[in-house]
């Protein structure tokens, strides 16, 4: 007997204002597996930056998601390479742009950092590792 399982996780994000009440609470995610590792806060809205499987063309995506200040989304954009990258981890660098950091196929697991322009271009992206895993969990 065959038996077929999906599973879909919604993410979402809880903004709170200065004196601790709700701003928005809103779920995000496609058809499949989706997750979030991390938020910022920036000007105009948040950047939510994590790992989208919702795609038939890859095994794994990491995915850029900025939502204006009421939680509407703006962009979805999804960078990767080879055939998986996961947990992305968003800064925002000095000057305009931004910087995701995340894990890969290569190897054993490789550490992969991306740079965007002001508007989510990639201006580069780099592999870094050895021959074991090298995980990014975190920037600032």
């Known amino acids: ?15 709170l204002s200065l004196y601790s009440s709700t701003t928005f609470v809103r779920d995000y995610g496609g058809l499949r597996h989706d997750e979030g590792w991390g938020c910022v ?30 939680g509407d989304e703006v962009l979805m954009r999804r960078y990767g390479l080879r055939s998986y990258e996961e947990r992305g981890r968003a800064i925002v660098r000095s000057g305009s742009g931004y910087g995701i ?13 991306i740079r965007l322009d002001s508007l989510y271009n990639v201006e580069w992206q780099y592999w870094y590792g050895g021959s074991r895993s090298d995980w990014l969990w975190d920037m600032d």
Do not use: A
């Open 1 to 15: 007997m065959r038996r077929l399982s999906i599973f879909t996780l919604f993410f979402f994000i809880l903004p």
């Open 41 to 70: 806060e920036v000007e105009d809205g948040y950047l939510i930056v994590g790992t989208t499987y919702s795609y038939e063309d890859t095994i794994g995506d990491i995915f850029l998601l900025k939502v204006d200040r009421d």
């Open 101 to 113: 950091g995340g894990v890969g196929s290569g190897g054993w697991g490789d550490f992969y950092l």
